[in-house]
């Protein structure tokens, strides 16, 4: 029979590889994510910076927004700039994430004219990245 003593330290040693466990999973999805979004970030063509601009990362639920070029230009003339601001801006919506509250993490591009599967305008890696995301996403829930 085990004790009362003996019982509360072992809770309190499963509640402590429970916490750890939670810690490490968010870690990985985190992880995950950025790679997924940055290998979507890379693998789309930029013009006027509107579709790198749209790749939005959320918690809630999947984006339906459809945004402005973080900053505009022709012919890729300001695409380093907009590829760091999405960037910024979506590592900072990951960091945020917290596996105990937020139950998904989505990574959504509305672009009208970008294509996904479909004489996509994203290259193999990009679509491999956003399968990869996928799949990914589905071992957490």
Do not use: C
Request: positive net charge; glycine residues 8%; proline residues 4%.
């Amino acid at each position: 029979m085990v004790s009362r003593v003996g019982s509360n330290q072992f809770s309190k040693r499963l509640r402590l590889r429970s916490d750890r466990f939670e810690k490490n999973a968010g870690g990985i999805v985190k992880d995950a994510a950025w790679a997924s979004l940055s290998a979507m970030v890379a693998d789309t063509p930029i013009d006027t910076s509107r579709a790198v601009s749209n790749w939005l990362v959320t918690r809630d639920g999947p984006s339906a927004d459809f945004i402005p070029a973080h900053v505009p230009g022709k012919k890729g003339s300001t695409a380093s700039l907009s590829v760091a601001e999405t960037l910024a801006h979506g590592r900072a919506e990951i960091e945020m994430f917290d596996i105990r509250r937020d139950r998904d993490l989505f990574i959504t591009n509305n672009t009208p004219y970008l294509r996904f599967n479909q004489g996509s305008a994203l290259t193999a890696s990009g679509q491999r990245a956003a399968r990869s995301a996928l799949v990914g996403a589905k071992l957490f829930n």
